[in-house]
């Protein structure tokens, strides 16, 4: 501060001696400047601190004044002529910055400056002490300007605007600049330019000229002056900058060409934008933490350099002197008086009129302001133009004392931290996304791994599965391999014993063939089932027919056993008939003797009164007696033998219906007939034979001769065989009918007994026929009357032989048969047996007495009920018996 302090004192003032601090001031612009620099880089630092807060505007400047360099034209061919005899009117002491400004030949004004530049003073030497400085401030974002004030001819263009095509070494300040600026530029940096011209207080755009009248705008808040309509056009490279300089200068001469004016009336003013991000590892903002940094908006610095080359500073009147008005001349440097004013009242801390012109307005920040300032005054050495010389000199003195307070145009760039928050945001949600599909893919990785071990372990499972599997597969091979072996020599040794193979085989066909057979038969029984099905439809539909049916049938039934029944009345009525008409035609042949038995019984045995013994109709009866004329008994009798079944019946049958009539009986029996008959019984199979054979018989045991011969010729044993064989009813009466004849033969009785005949006749009462009962009972009654006869002779002693062979239990039990035949033998019989005593016993306990009392009682026959009530009185056994039980008959 000191050294600024002594700037300010030592600076500026009218001075002909140099002050004892111009030594300090002396020490010259460039050695100021590494203080300038270490004071910004403090404050600089501070700013940043502070700049969260946003209050860099806040921060304090730096004190900056403005310097002010002044540069000598070297002569020019005219003045080395026209001046020639003239000394120049100014001495420099560049040693000493000072100048000395000839007063007349023995006075002159000594002037202090910040750097004094001889007639030789390079270019590079002019850029490097006068803009220099301002670049590197508007690179650490600083305002900066560079201005050349002086007499028109000078060289303030030739200082600032050279190109320097023809000679690289004569490229001005602004070439110079932008090389320094581009040599600092990092990609991201934006490096804009504007250049216009102001005349006669119009602004013109040299870069674009169709907009010739731009207008000022000024931030309200900020103070920052800026053209909106002026071109802003953004360089690259050096290249393209000088370009657009040269560019400008097309435009600026053609502009004055059309004004009717020259370059040196207007001002040309270059503008360039430098926008720059501050290196986060710059010093300046410090290397905060990685979260203040991400935190924090970056930092931009916006530093603007204007390069002021301003009109020519010759009076007005000279201008004037050149053909122009005075209010012309006027209105052409109001803008420069204007700057002067500014000057002057900065200067002097007066007020400072800034908005009389346009380019005070547009310099505002350039002096009074906050920019790095150095201005360069351009002399000329010519004595003819030295009160212009001092004017730019007085002009350069005051501008000396302009102190301008620095500020670093820095801000946070909240696009650029929002853009960069943006990136952040869509890298974070790209990481996010990234790290959810590398999450997935692990999840599905695992979920993969896992499956794949799954299947590999199902796999592997599988493996030693199968593995297992083989093993055993083998296992059982070897087995059936070494049992096929064992078989061989199985084989081997049976095939030396047999060949069951064979067999087996055999086996194996018939089973297979069995198997084929049920197969059938079981599609046979489905068949059949399916069938079944299908009748059992069909039958339920004939159910009704068939119980329609059975109905009819139930009724012919109950017609049939109606007609039955009255069929076995008929037959019952039938037999009652022929036993009355019998006994009727008994009475008739006896006369008028009193009943008797015997006589009865004979016209019961009797068989041709017998219809039912009666073998054939009478039609036959003619045929068979013709035929016995005819072919005669002996032949006849030898048919009995015949070969021929048929031929053997019908012989028997003849014969049988030659029994039947008594005169031809005895024929029959001289002929051997009997003896036929009989062996007929035992030689013959035929049922029909022993029927009619025995038939035959029956009719001839009615003759005593006859009975006699049957039983010497064993009849009753063959008879009783037969009885024992035959089932036929009719058989069963014919043999039954023999036997009783031959009961009623009182000299056969024992033998009879003897060989079996009463039991023969007993056996069969089985058959239950009526016809054959009624012939047993009749055998009964001859028997008994027989017996009974024999006993009142005193032939016979001992009990009933009938009794002996258990005949009185079915006496007792048929005594009242219904069938009227049956009942009228039995009650004759039980009368027979009841006469002898010693069978009284036997009859009591079984049970005939009941039968007798009733049949004394009850009989319908009044000459058997006599009978039996004489019986019963006779016996005393059974008064005995009867008293006992009090039912005496009385
Ligand atoms: P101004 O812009 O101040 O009107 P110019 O720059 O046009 O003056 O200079 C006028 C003339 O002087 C030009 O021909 C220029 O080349 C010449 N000139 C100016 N300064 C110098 C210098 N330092 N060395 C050589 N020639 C110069
Ligand atoms: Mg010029």
Same mark, same amino acid.
């Given at each position: 501060?000191?050294?600024?302090?002594?700037?300010?004192?030592?600076?500026?003032?009218?001075?002909?001696?140099?002050?004892?601090?111009?030594?300090?001031?002396?020490?010259?612009?460039?050695?100021?400047?590494?203080? #300038?620099?270490?004071?910004?880089? /403090?404050?600089?630092?501070?700013?940043?601190?502070?700049?969260?807060?946003?209050?860099?505007?806040?921060?304090?400047?730096?004190?900056?004044?403005? /310097?002010?360099?002044?540069?000598? /034209?070297?002569?020019?061919?005219?003045?080395?002529?026209?001046?020639?005899?003239?000394?120049?009117?100014?001495?420099?002491?560049?040693?000493?910055?000072?100048?000395?400004?000839?007063?007349?030949?023995?006075?002159?004004?000594?002037?202090?400056?910040?750097?004094?530049?001889?007639?030789?003073?390079?270019?590079?030497?002019?850029?490097?002490?006068?803009?220099?400085?301002?670049?590197?401030?508007?690179?650490?974002?600083?305002?900066?300007?560079?201005?050349?004030?002086?007499?028109?001819?000078?060289?303030?263009?030739?200082?600032?605007?050279?190109?320097?095509?023809?000679?690289?070494?004569?490229?001005?300040?602004?070439?110079?600049?932008?090389?320094?600026?581009?040599?600092?530029?990092?990609?991201?940096?934006?490096?804009? $330019?504007?250049?216009?011209?102001?005349?006669?207080?119009?602004?013109?755009?040299?870069?674009?000229?169709?907009?010739?009248?731009?207008?000022?705008?000024?931030?309200?808040?900020?103070?920052?002056?800026?053209?909106?309509?002026?071109?802003?056009?953004?360089?690259?490279?050096?290249?393209?900058?000088?370009?657009?300089?040269?560019?400008?200068?097309?435009?600026?001469?053609?502009?004055?060409?059309?004004?009717?004016?020259?370059?040196?009336?207007?001002?040309?003013?270059?503008? $360039?934008? #430098?926008?720059?991000?501050?290196?986060?590892?710059?010093?300046?903002?410090?290397?905060?933490?990685?979260?203040?940094?991400?935190?924090?908006?970056?930092?931009?610095?916006?530093?603007?350099?204007?390069?002021?080359?301003?009109?020519?500073?010759?009076?007005?009147?000279?201008?004037?002197?050149?053909?122009?008005?005075?209010?012309?001349?006027?209105?052409?440097?109001?803008?420069?008086?204007?700057?002067?004013?500014?000057?002057?009242?900065?200067?002097?801390?007066?007020?400072?009129? $800034?908005?009389?012109?346009?380019?005070?307005?547009?310099?505002?920040?350039?002096?009074?302001?906050?920019?790095?300032?150095?201005?360069?005054?351009?002399?000329?050495?010519?004595?003819?133009?030295?009160?212009?010389?001092?004017?730019?000199?007085?002009?350069?003195?005051?501008?000396?004392?302009?102190?301008?307070?620095?500020?670093?145009?820095?801000?946070?760039?909240?696009?650029?931290?929002?853009?960069?928050?943006?990136?952040?945001?869509?890298?974070?949600?790209?990481?996010?996304?990234?790290?959810?599909?590398?999450?997935?893919?692990?999840?599905?990785?695992?979920?993969?791994?896992?499956?794949?071990?799954?299947?590999?372990?199902?796999?592997?499972?599988?493996?030693?599965?199968?593995?297992?599997?083989?093993?055993?597969?083998?296992?059982?091979?070897?087995?059936?391999?070494?049992?096929?072996?064992?078989?061989?020599?199985?084989?081997?040794?049976?095939?030396?014993?047999?060949?069951?193979?064979?067999?087996?085989?055999?086996?194996?066909?018939?089973?297979?063939?069995?198997?084929?057979?049920?197969?059938?038969?079981?599609?046979?029984?489905?068949?059949?089932?399916?069938?079944?099905?299908?009748?059992?439809?069909?039958?339920?539909?004939?159910?009704?027919?068939?119980?329609?049916?059975?109905?009819?049938?139930?009724?012919?039934?109950?017609?049939?056993?109606?007609?039955?029944?009255?069929?076995?009345?008929?037959?019952?009525?039938?037999?009652?008939?022929?036993?009355?008409?019998?006994?009727?035609?008994?009475?008739?042949?006896?006369?008028?003797?009193?009943?008797?038995?015997?006589?009865?019984?004979?016209?019961?045995?009797?068989?041709?009164?017998?219809?039912?013994?009666?073998?054939?109709?009478?039609?036959?009866?003619?045929?068979?007696?013709?035929?016995?004329?005819? $072919?005669?008994?002996?032949?006849?009798?030898?048919?009995?033998?015949?070969?021929?079944?048929?031929?053997?019946?019908?012989?028997?049958?003849?014969?049988?219906?030659?029994?039947?009539?008594?005169?031809?009986?005895?024929?029959?029996?001289?002929?051997?007939?009997?003896?036929?008959?009989?062996?007929?019984?035992?030689?013959?199979?035929?049922?029909?034979?022993?029927?009619?054979?025995?038939?035959?018989?029956?009719?001839?045991?009615?003759?005593?001769?006859?009975?006699?011969?049957?039983?010497?010729?064993?009849?009753?044993?063959?008879?009783?065989?037969?009885?024992?064989?035959?089932?036929?009813?009719?058989?069963?009466?014919?043999?039954?009918?023999?036997?009783?004849?031959?009961?009623?033969?009182?000299?056969?009785?024992?033998?009879?007994?003897?060989?079996?005949?009463?039991?023969?006749?007993?056996?069969?009462?089985?058959?239950?026929?009526?016809?054959?009962?009624?012939?047993?009972?009749?055998?009964?009654?001859?028997?008994?009357?027989?017996?009974?006869?024999?006993?009142?002779?005193?032939?016979?002693?001992?009990?009933?032989?009938?009794?002996?062979?258990?005949?009185?239990?079915?006496?007792?039990?048929?005594?009242?048969?219904?069938?009227?035949?049956?009942?009228?033998?039995?009650?004759?019989?039980?009368?027979?047996?009841?006469?002898?005593?010693?069978?009284?016993?036997?009859?009591?306990?079984?049970?005939?007495?009941?039968?007798?009392?009733?049949?004394?009682?009850?009989?319908? /026959?009044?000459?058997?009920?006599?009978?039996?009530?004489?019986?019963?009185?006779?016996?005393?056994?059974?008064?005995?018996?009867?008293?006992?039980?009090?039912?005496?008959?009385?």
């Amino acid at each position: 501060m000191s050294s600024n302090y002594s700037y300010k004192n030592g600076g500026g003032v009218k001075t002909k001696s140099v002050s004892s601090s111009s030594s300090s001031f002396s020490s010259g612009y460039s050695k100021s400047k590494p203080a #300038v620099t270490s004071n910004l880089r /403090r404050n600089s630092t501070g700013s940043t601190a502070n700049s969260v807060t946003g209050a860099h505007k806040d921060a304090p400047g730096v004190s900056g004044r403005v /310097r002010v360099a002044v540069r000598l /034209r070297p002569k020019n061919s005219e003045e080395l002529s026209t001046d020639a005899d003239f000394a120049d009117c100014v001495e420099l002491q560049p040693e000493l910055k000072r100048l000395k400004l000839r007063r007349n030949n023995w006075d002159s004004d000594t002037f202090e400056f910040d750097e004094v530049l001889t007639e030789f003073a390079s270019q590079k030497r002019v850029y490097e002490v006068v803009a220099k400085p301002v670049v590197e401030s508007v690179l650490e974002g600083y305002n900066g300007t560079v201005m050349a004030y002086g007499q028109t001819g000078t060289g303030k263009t030739y200082t600032l605007g050279k190109l320097g095509d023809e000679d690289t070494s004569a490229r001005g300040i602004m070439v110079r600049a932008m090389e320094d600026i581009f040599a600092e530029a990092t990609e991201t940096d934006s490096i804009s $330019v504007s250049y216009i011209q102001l005349y006669m207080e119009t602004i013109q755009d040299l870069l674009d000229p169709v907009n010739d009248n731009l207008s000022i705008v000024e931030d309200p808040k900020s103070g920052d002056i800026t053209l909106p309509g002026a071109s802003l056009i953004e360089v690259k490279d050096q290249q393209s900058f000088v370009e657009l300089l040269r560019l400008g200068e097309a435009h600026r001469f053609a502009t004055n060409t059309k004004l009717n004016t020259e370059s040196s009336r207007s001002h040309a003013i270059l503008m $360039v934008h #430098v926008k720059k991000s501050v290196s986060v590892s710059g010093d300046n903002v410090g290397s905060k933490s990685h979260t203040n940094r991400t935190m924090k908006p970056p930092v931009v610095r916006k530093g603007k350099l204007i390069v002021v080359d301003l009109a020519g500073s010759e009076r007005i009147d000279k201008s004037g002197s050149e053909g122009h008005t005075l209010e012309e001349a006027k209105s052409i440097n109001l803008s420069l008086s204007a700057l002067g004013k500014c000057i002057n009242a900065l200067a002097e801390n007066s007020y400072v009129p $800034v908005r009389d012109s346009k380019l005070t307005r547009l310099l505002r920040d350039s002096f009074g302001g906050t920019a790095r300032t150095s201005l360069v005054i351009t002399i000329g050495p010519s004595p003819r133009h030295r009160g212009e010389t001092s004017s730019t000199i007085m002009f350069g003195q005051r501008a000396m004392k302009v102190e301008n307070m620095l500020k670093i145009k820095e801000e946070f760039d909240y696009k650029s931290l929002a853009r960069k928050l943006d990136v952040q945001v869509e890298s974070l949600i790209a990481q996010h996304e990234r790290q959810q599909k590398a999450y997935q893919d692990e999840i599905e990785k695992i979920s993969l791994e896992a499956k794949k071990q799954i299947s590999q372990a199902e796999k592997k499972f599988a493996d030693s599965l199968e593995k297992e599997r083989l093993k055993y597969q083998r296992d059982c091979m070897e087995s059936i391999k070494k049992l096929e072996a064992q078989l061989a020599v199985n084989k081997l040794k049976e095939e030396s014993l047999n060949k069951p193979n064979e067999e087996l085989n055999e086996v194996k066909k018939l089973l297979q063939n069995e198997i084929r057979l049920r197969k059938t038969a079981e599609e046979e029984v489905k068949n059949l089932q399916n069938q079944a099905v299908q009748w059992k439809r069909s039958e339920v539909a004939g159910n009704a027919e068939i119980v329609k049916l059975r109905k009819m049938l139930e009724d012919e039934i109950h017609q049939r056993e109606k007609l039955e029944e009255e069929i076995s009345v008929l037959q019952n009525q039938l037999l009652q008939l022929s036993f009355d008409a019998d006994e009727t035609r008994k009475q008739l042949e006896s006369g008028d003797r009193s009943v008797d038995m015997t006589a009865d019984m004979g016209s019961i045995i009797s068989p041709v009164r017998q219809p039912q013994m009666r073998y054939s109709g009478e039609q036959e009866k003619g045929s068979v007696a013709t035929l016995f004329e005819q $072919v005669g008994l002996q032949k006849i009798l030898s048919l009995l033998e015949a070969e021929d079944p048929d031929v053997r019946i019908h012989a028997v049958k003849v014969i049988a219906n030659l029994a039947a009539e008594a005169n031809n009986q005895e024929k029959i029996v001289e002929a051997g007939g009997l003896a036929s008959l009989l062996d007929l019984l035992s030689s013959s199979d035929d049922e029909n034979i022993h029927r009619v054979a025995a038939g035959a018989i029956a009719n001839l045991a009615m003759n005593e001769t006859n009975q006699e011969l049957i039983m010497s010729q064993g009849g009753i044993s063959l008879l009783a065989m037969t009885a024992q064989n035959a089932d036929d009813p009719q058989t069963l009466r014919m043999v039954a009918g023999a036997i009783a004849n031959l009961c009623g033969n009182d000299k056969l009785q024992l033998v009879l007994r003897a060989e079996g005949g009463i039991k023969a006749l007993l056996s069969m009462v089985r058959s239950k026929h009526p016809d054959v009962l009624a012939q047993v009972a009749r055998g009964i009654a001859n028997f008994a009357k027989c017996e009974s006869r024999a006993s009142t002779q005193g032939i016979k002693s001992g009990k009933s032989l009938l009794i002996e062979d258990g005949a009185l239990a079915w006496i007792v039990k048929n005594a009242s048969n219904e069938a009227s035949p049956i009942r009228r033998h039995i009650e004759l019989a039980l009368c027979h047996l009841a006469q002898h005593e010693v069978n009284a016993k036997d009859m009591i306990s079984g049970g005939a007495l009941w039968e007798l009392v009733r049949i004394s009682r009850d009989c319908s /026959r009044e000459d058997i009920r006599i009978l039996a009530r004489r019986t019963l009185s006779s016996s005393p056994s059974f008064q005995v018996e009867l008293k006992r039980l009090r039912l005496n008959s009385g």
